[in-house]
Each structure stands twice: as structure tokens, then as C-alpha cells.
């Protein structure tokens, strides 16, 4: 089952910062955050992961709260091709665990 | 990243006829793969767990002999539909996680439509 709580839908304007937030106050210690997202119609995207410091890849950042309860993706200037539903997982680092996914949050990048 | 291939893309089929959708790792080993099931503006639901050289496991639900997932070798994986019907539609995706990768991320393939008349 999910872990995860994310809003149902955002919008961001083309240009801007997109901040996306997720919820996992029952993380464990050992449990990683991982972000995917899905254009319409195509598998999901590996985006970016973590397990306690920021991290920053050349899609986005992620920013964890100290305490690891909740995080924030963020696609630092969003463009019209960001425009999908962003998934946040939390899970052990070990390839055979599942990941399962959540509602997701709905992205609208507006011109 | 890791490239993970499904084939075929869409396929329609005939009530009743079976359905053979494969997954393959192309540049990565997967001794584990997973199968997904989306249906139009849900999110992805997970099937099973498919293990190279052993039974794959089912999540709660989940009708192993309806889907029938064989993973013949450590690149490719299999899920058959048996006697589909209309209600099986959807959007079947497989992944594989990296192994190589620091925490095993998981890697999606393009996804495979099934439309059952």
C-alpha cells in the first residue's frame, strides 16, 4: 500500500518554479524517496531519489525535512513538457522490494 | 538510465483469445521484474513480482492463472492475458529495478495496450 500523500492537482506557470510536495510521516529509518512521473500514455519516468540529504540531479531537486516526514520535488523552471502526474514512493533499497504508487500529483504547466 | 522495452505497444484482441505482452531488459540483468495495470485516470496497481527461475508472486486479488508471467531469463519476462475479456483492457507496464544503480530505482517500459472487444 501506498505510504504517501500528495495533493490531488497543481498548476505552475511556464517559467516558475514547480514545488511539489509529499507527505510520509510513517517513513522508516531505512526507506528511501523516490520520484517518478507519467506523461499521459508512457510508463513512468525515474526522476530523482533520496533518504535524508538533498539531493539535485540535472531534472530537479529534492528537498527532505529534517525529521524525513516530507519532501519536495522541485522542477526548477518548469516548462509545457512537465506537464504530467508526479508520483512520490517511499521504499527499502533493496531491488526486490515493490514500489507502489499512489494517486500521484497532476501537473499543469500553463503557457 | 536503464532501458527497459515492451512489445507490443497495442494490441486488440477477440474475447476469449489470449494475449502475450514481453518485457525486456536491453542493457541491465533483472532477476526481478514488476508488472503493473492502469486504468484510464488511475494510477499504476501493481500485478506481481516476477523472478527469473522461480514462480512469480501475485498481489492479493490478482488471478495467477489468468496472468500467467513467465521470466524465461534475466532480460526478459513475460505476461500472458488468458482468455481475455473486455474488462481486462487496460495499460499494462513492466519495470526492473538496476541493480548497478546506488538504490535500485525502477525502470518503466514504454507500457502495452490491450483493448479486448
Known amino acids: 500500500d501506498a505510504k504517501t500523500t500528495q495533493p490531488t492537482s497543481m498548476d505552475c506557470a511556464e517559467g516558475r518554479a514547480a514545488n511539489l510536495p509529499c507527505n510520509h510521516s510513517t517513513i522508516s529509518g531505512n526507506e528511501y524517496v523516490y520520484w517518478y512521473r507519467q506523461i499521459h500514455s508512457q510508463g513512468p519516468q525515474y526522476i530523482i531519489h533520496?533518504?535524508?540529504n538533498n539531493e539535485t540531479n540535472e531534472m530537479a531537486s529534492l528537498i527532505i525535512t529534517e525529521d524525513r516526514k516530507s519532501s519536495t520535488l522541485i522542477l526548477p523552471h518548469a516548462t509545457l513538457r512537465d506537464t504530467a502526474v508526479y508520483y512520490c514512493i517511499v521504499r527499502v533499497a533493496n531491488t526486490g522490494n515493490q514500489f507502489y504508487f499512489g494517486t500521484g500529483t497532476s501537473l499543469t504547466v500553463i503557457p | 538510465g536503464a532501458v527497459v522495452s515492451q512489445h507490443p505497444s497495442r494490441v486488440i484482441c477477440k474475447s476469449g483469445t489470449s494475449v502475450k505482452i514481453e518485457c525486456r531488459s536491453l542493457?541491465?540483468?533483472?532477476?526481478?521484474m514488476f508488472w503493473y495495470r492502469q486504468f484510464p485516470k488511475q494510477s499504476l496497481m501493481l500485478m506481481a513480482t516476477?523472478?527469473?527461475?522461480?514462480?512469480?508472486?501475485?498481489e492479493q486479488g490478482v488471478e495467477k492463472d489468468k496472468f500467467l508471467i513467465n521470466h524465461a531469463s534475466l532480460t526478459l519476462s513475460t505476461l500472458t492475458v488468458t482468455s481475455a475479456h473486455p474488462e481486462d483492457s487496460s495499460f499494462y507496464i513492466c519495470?526492473?529495478?538496476?541493480?548497478?544503480?546506488?538504490?535500485?530505482?525502477?525502470?518503466f517500459g514504454e507500457g502495452s495496450r490491450l483493448t479486448v472487444l
Open positions: 542493457d541491465f540483468q533483472a532477476t526481478t
Open positions: 519495470s526492473a529495478p538496476d541493480r548497478a544503480t546506488s538504490a535500485g530505482e525502477l525502470f
Open positions: 533520496g533518504l535524508k
Open positions: 516476477s523472478n527469473e527461475g522461480s514462480k512469480a508472486t501475485y
